[in-house]
């Protein structure tokens, strides 16, 4: 039995075991083993599973979390959009395929996202909440109170780090953190919090460093430019390369939704089957990125990556591919007319913080 079925058969019986924890749905899919934060599997939720294209399911939120969500998505990727300050956001968001339901409980629904981590061999990834509120203008006094109470620095810092894992040279291994390390973090030690993110015990990564502030002033450029959109509670989900070894060849790589993607890749590295999987369960919306489609009426499209060199190991191959940052969880995502302050202020101090970082 392979490492996957033992996986699946050990999450049903825990599953049978405690009666009320969710069942994760089978067509293929798995827990996701690069989730460093939010709603993990438990009790109603499945928490972010990987599909066997490669893709990630995000499990929709109850209302009005979940549809505002996926209208955030929907509204971002419209075939039709015209707004030229949506489309420029996209680029700062993982792809969005539609939703997804399995065979088995088709009104369950999920988000499927591209996976952000998916390119990386030895994938460093923190999420950051980002703004000086958690709650949005809706919240009841009684959620006010509650976010306010698990982290009352965000009005003064402006972000929060709600987990990450490092990998560490030495030992072949992650270090993780979880959200309550970035709960104890205050202004004197926020920096070395973040610190601690480029750290693969031996050097401190500065290429990541720097070009992930670059990726950060992007954003930050973007929100500069849009007063139409408001964002609470919203992450950034940062990526780098943790491997020493570089990686050649993966120039122009095509790849198929539905087929394993990743060449050279480590077994150990993450929980995708090798071998391609039929796609199952159904796509209830049409892919928005879809310009071809394959016998099976799946979306076929190529990989917008396009690898010089991956990794940290000769820091003068080191590229932009090399890191990502990318913006996600949009359950609190409000129109506006006016510049988002709150969240500007999060990635300016962001952005000070990893500055300092880089002169230390
Ligand atoms: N597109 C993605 N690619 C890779 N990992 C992701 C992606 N979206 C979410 N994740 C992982 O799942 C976690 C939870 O996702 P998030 O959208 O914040 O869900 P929640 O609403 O439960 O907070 C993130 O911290 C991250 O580790
Ligand atoms: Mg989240």
Same mark, same amino acid.
């Given at each position: 039995? &392979?490492?996957?079925?033992?996986?699946?058969?050990?999450?049903?019986?825990?599953?049978?075991?405690?009666?009320?924890?969710?069942?994760?749905?089978?067509?293929?899919?798995?827990?996701?083993?690069?989730?460093?934060?939010?709603?993990?599997?438990?009790?109603?939720?499945?928490?972010?599973?990987?599909?066997?294209?490669?893709?990630?399911?995000?499990?929709?939120? =109850?209302?009005?979390?979940?549809?505002?969500? /996926?209208?955030?998505?929907?509204?971002?990727?419209?075939?039709?959009? +015209?707004? +030229?300050?949506?489309? &420029?956001?996209?680029?700062?968001? =993982?792809?969005?395929?539609?939703?997804?339901?399995?065979?088995?409980?088709?009104?369950?629904?999920?988000?499927?996202?591209?996976?952000?981590?998916?390119?990386?061999?030895? =994938?460093?990834? /923190?999420?950051?909440?980002?703004?000086?509120?958690?709650?949005?203008?809706?919240?009841?006094?009684?959620?006010?109170?509650?976010?306010?109470?698990?982290?009352?620095?965000?009005?003064?810092?402006?972000?929060?780090?709600?987990?990450?894992?490092?990998?560490?040279?030495?030992?072949?291994?992650?270090?993780?953190?979880?959200?309550?390390?970035?709960?104890?973090?205050?202004? &004197?030690?926020?920096?070395?919090?973040? +610190?601690?993110?480029?750290?693969?015990?031996? &050097?401190? @990564?500065?290429?990541?460093?720097?070009?992930?502030?670059?990726?950060?002033?992007?954003?930050?450029?973007?929100?500069?430019?849009?007063? @139409?959109?408001?964002?609470?509670?919203?992450?950034?989900?940062?990526?780098?390369?943790?491997?020493?070894?570089?990686?050649?060849?993966?120039?122009?790589?095509?790849?198929?939704?539905?087929?394993?993607?990743?060449?050279?890749?480590? @077994?150990?590295?993450?929980?995708?089957?090798?071998?391609?999987?039929?796609?199952?369960?159904?796509? +209830?919306?049409?892919? =928005?990125?879809?310009?071809?489609?394959?016998?099976?009426?799946?979306?076929?499209?190529?990989?917008?990556?396009?690898?010089?060199?991956?990794?940290?190991?000769?820091?003068?191959?080191?590229?932009?591919?090399?890191?990502?940052?990318?913006?996600?969880?949009?359950?609190?995502?409000?129109?506006?007319?006016?510049?988002?302050?709150?969240?500007?202020?999060?990635?300016?101090?962001?952005?000070?913080?990893?500055?300092?970082?880089?002169?230390?």
């Amino acid at each position: 039995m &392979d490492s996957l079925s033992r996986t699946l058969e050990k999450l049903e019986k825990d599953n049978k075991k405690k009666g009320s924890v969710k069942q994760v749905p089978l067509d293929g899919c798995v827990p996701f083993s690069h989730q460093v934060a939010g709603h993990k599997c438990g009790i109603n939720n499945t928490g972010v599973l990987q599909h066997p294209d490669g893709t990630i399911l995000k499990q929709l939120q =109850p209302p009005p979390r979940g549809p505002r969500e /996926m209208h955030f998505y929907t509204q971002v990727y419209a075939k039709d959009c +015209t707004d +030229t300050r949506l489309m &420029d956001l996209q680029q700062h968001l =993982p792809k969005f395929y539609g939703t997804w339901a399995p065979r088995e409980t088709p009104n369950e629904l999920y988000l499927k996202l591209e996976d952000v981590t998916k390119r990386f061999l030895r =994938p460093c990834i /923190m999420d950051v909440k980002i703004g000086k509120r958690s709650y949005d203008p809706f919240a009841s006094q009684e959620k006010r109170k509650e976010q306010i109470s698990k982290y009352p620095l965000m009005e003064e810092i402006g972000f929060l780090l709600l987990g990450m894992r490092v990998y560490q040279i030495d030992s072949d291994s992650y270090i993780t953190h979880d959200q309550f390390y970035g709960r104890s973090l205050g202004k &004197d030690t926020i920096k070395n919090g973040l +610190t601690r993110f480029f750290h693969n015990g031996q &050097d401190l @990564q500065r290429h990541a460093v720097s070009l992930i502030i670059s990726k950060i002033r992007s954003i930050l450029r973007w929100f500069e430019s849009q007063t @139409q959109l408001h964002f609470y509670a919203s992450s950034l989900l940062l990526v780098y390369e943790g491997s020493p070894r570089t990686v050649n060849g993966w120039k122009h790589k095509r790849a198929e939704i539905g087929r394993e993607h990743q060449q050279g890749e480590p @077994q150990s590295n993450c929980n995708k089957p090798r071998e391609a999987l039929s796609v199952q369960g159904s796509l +209830t919306h049409s892919h =928005p990125y879809c310009h071809e489609r394959n016998a099976n009426g799946m979306c076929v499209g190529s990989v917008e990556v396009e690898h010089e060199e991956i990794g940290m190991g000769d820091k003068k191959q080191f590229g932009q591919e090399a890191v990502e940052v990318k913006m996600i969880d949009f359950a609190h995502v409000f129109p506006s007319n006016s510049p988002d302050e709150g969240y500007m202020f999060g990635l300016r101090n962001l952005l000070s913080t990893l500055e300092q970082i880089l002169k230390d």
